[in-house]
């Protein structure tokens, strides 16, 4: 048997992988509206993994897809929950068609994956940490290049660490970020101990290249316990047991450098004067200043997420999770993404009205999380949160692609969730190589966040005397096969080699990158795999 394995430099045996992995190997399409994944058939976390790579993919189930969805850009999440295999729990870039592009290898609990501009280039960035703290995490915004390689760690200043919810660039080199930091407040008003105890929310604005601080607004200073829709459930008598009044889940700075900021326990979204931190005026709640055109269905939101400016900001969208919030609305029997547009400039009369509201066909209710993003093409995804769904609508509400991450039969369990789902356009050219395994006969192709690769070649080559490594050999280009999906299998001819490679190249022929070489013989029944 052992003369049938052919160890070559560095590579690792990996015969146990496939036993090992519990899910059927290869590179399967999405589900296409299968009613088997919504029952939980396939699991509660429908995953797939591959012969040469060690990542794991989520296996959607595409309900309802539309050519508009299909703009060329990226999905980007963060899997997690209880039916998330723990190596799973990873940001994770999907391309338009549903298949698996990156996963990252190595960081623990993370949350909020996007694509940034900073001075021109594309990163990204996601939330690393510890999330387990009473809804919201204690950690660091990790900042990758489109090699993926870690180029900064963006932390909060006064010794304060950063929370999960937000991390958005602005366009003079800063980040907003959230944060929540205990506070000794008096809760005589409500029932509580004068020596009370709240999670306080705290916004910074931060900058990317030194770190220091720019600008820091605390929700205490300005809103009061009793502007709270959380009942506190004689939660805050203990500085172990805050009681979480405000909890802020986004953070935008305008042009003329105020801030928008939403929180879920008052339901409001408020406008932040950004020298002083007043708050200017406050939309929804139980503070709204503003006259309801649309008879309370603009400013009855409630435990919403992720309010941002549009249409030079006339405009506020976000997404309502009202359906959970003790207040009632008539509007928030189910989740809802929503456009408001604000008159502001009579100050004495400000007027909201409910331009667009966005549910999906499944009226699905997500208790938390959740997000609304307006794309480039006028489309507007939708993230459900809590529920293991993203749905993209037409600008007029108009559900257009409907896919799900796990099945509808686990919904409101927490199984599967991720904080939030967003698009965005990508390149990713990965400082690795290419993976190749050998698996019966056949060659596996992957690369681990490449973007660009359009065709693999399959080269061979000959040398009489053992090779240390690929520069060693002539190479021939034999054959081309199209990239399709994440893993591409490619046939090994019989009478070539007996080494081969597998190179990547580019739509113009341009090369990015080689496998290490293999060297093959016939009725090879082993694996190798270029990990470590
Ligand atoms: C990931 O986080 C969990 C929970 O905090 C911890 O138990 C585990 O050790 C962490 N794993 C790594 C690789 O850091
Ligand atoms: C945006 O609104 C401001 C203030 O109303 C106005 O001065 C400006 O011209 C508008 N910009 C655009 C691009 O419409
Ligand atoms: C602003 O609104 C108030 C209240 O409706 C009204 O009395 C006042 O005339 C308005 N001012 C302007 C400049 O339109
Ligand atoms: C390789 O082929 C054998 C015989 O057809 C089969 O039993 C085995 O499952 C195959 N292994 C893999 C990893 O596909």
Redesign the pocket.
């Known amino acids: 048997m052992l003369s049938q394995l052919l160890l070559l430099p560095n590579s690792l045996l990996l015969c146990l992988i496939v036993q090992n992995l519990g899910h059927v190997l290869g590179d399967s399409p999405p589900y296409t509206d299968d009613s088997r994944f919504e029952t939980g058939d396939y699991g509660a976390y429908p995953i797939q993994g591959f012969h040469s790579s060690k990542i794991i993919a989520p296996q959607l189930n595409l309900l309802s897809t539309h050519w508009s969805c299909d703009d060329g850009s990226y999905t980007m999440f963060n899997p997690r929950g209880n039916a998330v295999p723990e190596d799973a729990q990873s940001p994770t870039i999907l391309d338009s068609k549903g298949n698996i592009v990156w996963a990252a290898t190595g960081y623990n609990q993370t949350h909020n994956l996007m694509a940034q501009e900073y001075r021109g280039k594309q990163y990204l960035t996601f939330w690393s940490g510890k999330d387990a703290i009473g809804e919201h995490g204690n950690g660091e915004y990790i900042m990758l290049d489109s090699s993926y390689r870690e180029v900064a760690r963006i932390r909060a200043a006064n010794g304060l660490e950063a929370d999960l919810h937000e991390c958005r660039f602005t366009d003079v080199g800063t980040a907003l970020i959230t944060i929540y930091d205990i506070q000794h407040v008096d809760l005589t008003q409500l029932g509580g101990n004068p020596n009370g105890y709240i999670w306080d929310s705290i916004f910074q604005e931060i900058n990317i290249e030194t770190g220091e601080l720019v600008f820091q607004w605390r929700a205490s200073d300005h809103f009061a316990a009793t502007d709270s829709y959380r009942d506190r459930g004689g939660q805050g008598g203990r500085r172990d047991d805050p009681w979480d009044f405000f909890h802020i889940n986004s953070v935008e700075k305008d042009q003329i450098g105020n801030y928008l900021i939403s929180s879920r326990y008052t339901s409001t979204v408020s406008y932040i004067n950004g020298e002083t931190g007043e708050v200017i005026w406050v939309l929804g709640g139980r503070r709204n200043n503003f006259i309801d055109l649309s008879d309370g269905r603009a400013t009855d939101f409630g435990y919403q997420h992720d309010a941002r400016w549009h249409n030079n900001y006339t405009t506020i969208s976000l997404f309502n999770n009202g359906a959970q919030a003790p207040k009632s609305a008539k509007n928030a029997q189910v989740s809802s993404a929503m456009k408001i547009t604000i008159d502001t400039?009579?100050?004495?009369?400000m007027t909201a009205k409910l331009e667009t509201q966005y549910i999906n066909t499944f009226e699905m209710s997500s208790s938390s999380q959740g997000n609304m993003q307006v794309l480039p093409n006028g489309n507007t995804l939708v993230g459900y949160g809590y529920n293991a769904a993203f749905t993209e609508f037409a600008s007029n509400g108009v559900a257009l692609c409907e896919t799900h991450f796990g099945a509808t039969g686990r919904f409101h369990t927490g199984d599967v969730q991720s904080y939030r789902v967003m698009k965005f356009n990508w390149i990713g050219l990965p400082s690795t190589d290419p993976d190749i395994a050998l698996v019966n006969g056949s060659l596996y192709v992957s690369w681990n966040g490449a973007t660009e690769v359009r065709k693999w070649v399959l080269e061979t080559g000959d040398r009489s005397d053992m090779v240390k490594d690929r520069e060693g050999v002539r190479w021939r280009a034999f054959s081309k096969t199209k990239k399709s999906g994440f893993e591409t299998r490619i046939e090994i001819p019989t009478d070539q080699g007996p080494y081969v490679r597998v190179v990547g190249v580019d739509g113009n022929g341009k090369s990015l990158g080689a496998t290490r070489m293999i060297r093959v013989e016939k009725a090879t029944i082993v694996i190798y795999h270029s990990h470590n």
């Open positions: 400039s009579n100050s004495t009369c």
